[in-house]
């Protein structure tokens, strides 16, 4: 089943790659490996903001995290000429937690973003991760998550 179906199944409609907001690309391909620039943790509301630990509890941390992996899916397709099908396999992910000092669950936040990819991708969405805390993330959101792709 190609990944367009599997996804529209799911009932998940990949929104247009956001524009970088500072002096970097979304994404940068080297062969069959793209490099994704981190994507915050935002949906059609608008950014999604919050601290672990403090104003956001580890559900709505994953939330946000599959925002992110929504947002990586999007920058992917548009690398690959509006071909998501063209997406291999996702390689690894780093995923950053703006959360309190004495917060322990970052792995149960980015789970949000891994678990959508394996239900979406199959075992092409299963991938190596870091999960880590971060002081603050850009613009106050909850969640950012890099990733690291193989692709036709």
């Known amino acids: 089943m190609s990944i367009a179906k599997r996804l529209s199944d799911l009932g998940v ?9 500072a002096n970097y690309v979304p994404y940068v391909q080297t062969g069959s490996t793209l490099y994704v620039s981190g994507q915050i943790s935002a949906n059609a509301e608008g950014m999604i903001k919050g601290k672990l630990g403090e ?3 580890v559900e709505a941390g994953a ?16 690398a690959c000429g509006g ?24 792995p149960k936040v980015i ?13 092409a969405g299963r991938h190596a991760r870091s999960a880590v805390s971060a002081a603050s993330l ?9 990733g690291i792709f193989e692709i036709r």
């Open 13 to 21: 409609t990949l929104p247009e790659a956001v524009a970088p907001l």
């Open 55 to 57: 104003t956001m509890d």
């Open 63 to 78: 939330a946000a995290a599959k925002a992110c992996a929504i947002s990586l899916l999007s920058q992917v397709k548009a």
């Open 83 to 106: 071909d998501i099908d063209r997406l291999v396999r996702v390689v690894k992910l780093v995923g950053f937690v703006n959360s309190t000092s004495d917060f322990t669950d970052q």
């Open 111 to 123: 789970n949000g973003a891994s678990d959508f990819l394996a239900e979406a991708l199959g075992d």
């Open 138 to 146: 850009p613009f106050g959101v909850a969640v950012e998550i890099e």
